[in-house]
């Protein structure tokens, strides 16, 4: 009985599941398998499922984007009896493309998306690898089909899609270049990996750019006094557990005798 009024204390005090978090465990685990089925077809259906599912994104961002500037692309049609010549029209065609409605800016999104995700699957399955080189053919792939599509190119359409094309793919590329940079992990100094290590061990790894500022790295470990803490401002704690820690180390230990 006593047990059982236990269990019911213990399942009060544990916090109730969060159905936010079960949702997005639930997605990523749809999400893992749905790649992973998706690796093992062959290229075609995975380009095609890869580009249908990109489209589909697209065209639900693009029919949003389309009704917030609805508005818009109404007041940009030409005044009634106005005689405007080619260049003119060219321009107010490219500002139509670019602020439609709804459905032509799904249509627009869908394709520019979906372009784009098909291409760069199939460079990334031939190739082997993602890199800046594939993410610009697709960009330019994906900005020549929206040049065409949009109706954004004017009379010279095949002109305006290459000049499309190629400004896509070096935004895309520069965007690519980018996030490289700042994506890439900290390069590791390996001069005080054991030092990190220790500290990581002991719950002191806030103490880790004291020892790089007394330059205390990996060889002087087995050398530590005191007195050298104490000069990069190590409190007496801290102190305590780093050289308790040295002296139960067997090849630390080992090295300053030696």
Same mark, same amino acid.
Not at 25 to 48: M, N, T
């Given at each position: 009985?006593e047990?059982?009024?236990?269990?019911?204390?213990v399942?009060k005090?544990?916090?109730?599941?969060?159905?936010?978090?079960?949702?997005?465990?639930?997605?990523?685990?749809?999400?893992?398998?749905f790649?992973?089925?998706?690796?093992?077809?062959s290229l075609?259906?995975?380009?095609?499922?890869?580009t249908?599912?990109?489209?589909?994104q697209?065209?639900?961002?693009?029919?949003?984007?389309?009704t917030?500037?609805?508005d818009?692309?109404?007041?940009?049609?030409p005044?009634?009896?106005?005689n405007l010549?080619?260049?003119?029209?060219?321009?107010? /065609?490219?500002?139509q493309?670019?602020?439609?409605g709804?459905?032509?800016q799904a249509r627009?999104?869908?394709v520019?998306t979906g372009?784009?995700?098909?291409i760069?699957?199939?460079?990334?399955r031939?190739?082997g690898?993602?890199?800046?080189?594939?993410s610009?053919?697709?960009?330019f792939?994906?900005?020549?089909?929206?040049?065409?599509?949009?109706?954004?190119?004017?009379?010279?359409?095949?002109a305006?899609?290459?000049?499309?094309?190629?400004?896509?793919?070096?935004v895309q590329g520069?965007?690519?270049?980018?996030?490289? /940079?700042?994506?890439?992990?900290?390069?590791?100094?390996?001069?005080?990996s054991?030092t990190?290590?220790?500290?990581t061990s002991?719950g002191?790894?806030?103490?880790? /750019?004291?020892f790089?500022?007394?330059?205390?790295?990996?060889m002087?470990?087995?050398?530590?006094?005191?007195?050298?803490?104490?000069?990069v401002n190590i409190?007496?704690?801290p102190?305590l557990?780093?050289?308790?820690?040295?002296?139960?180390?067997?090849?630390?230990?080992g090295a300053? /005798?030696?």
């Amino acid at each position: 009985m006593e047990q059982g009024k236990h269990g019911v204390i213990v399942s009060k005090l544990l916090p109730p599941n969060n159905p936010i978090e079960q949702l997005q465990s639930r997605y990523k685990e749809i999400e893992a398998g749905f790649k992973d089925w998706l690796s093992k077809q062959s290229l075609p259906v995975e380009a095609a499922v890869v580009t249908a599912t990109s489209s589909a994104q697209g065209a639900a961002i693009g029919a949003i984007m389309g009704t917030l500037t609805n508005d818009v692309s109404a007041s940009l049609g030409p005044p009634p009896g106005a005689n405007l010549n080619p260049q003119a029209m060219a321009s107010l /065609k490219q500002a139509q493309a670019l602020s439609g409605g709804p459905l032509i800016q799904a249509r627009n999104f869908a394709v520019m998306t979906g372009v784009n995700a098909g291409i760069s699957c199939v460079m990334k399955r031939l190739r082997g690898k993602e890199d800046v080189q594939s993410s610009m053919v697709a960009a330019f792939g994906s900005g020549a089909m929206f040049s065409l599509v949009s109706g954004m190119g004017g009379p010279n359409q095949a002109a305006n899609a290459v000049t499309s094309g190629l400004f896509f793919a070096l935004v895309q590329g520069g965007l690519f270049k980018l996030g490289q /940079k700042f994506s890439q992990p900290p390069v590791e100094d390996v001069y005080y990996s054991r030092t990190r290590g220790m500290l990581t061990s002991l719950g002191l790894q806030n103490y880790e /750019k004291n020892f790089k500022k007394g330059l205390l790295t990996d060889m002087t470990l087995p050398l530590l006094t005191d007195s050298a803490l104490r000069d990069v401002n190590i409190p007496p704690g801290p102190r305590l557990l780093i050289l308790d820690h040295i002296q139960r180390d067997p090849e630390m230990k080992g090295a300053r /005798k030696r």
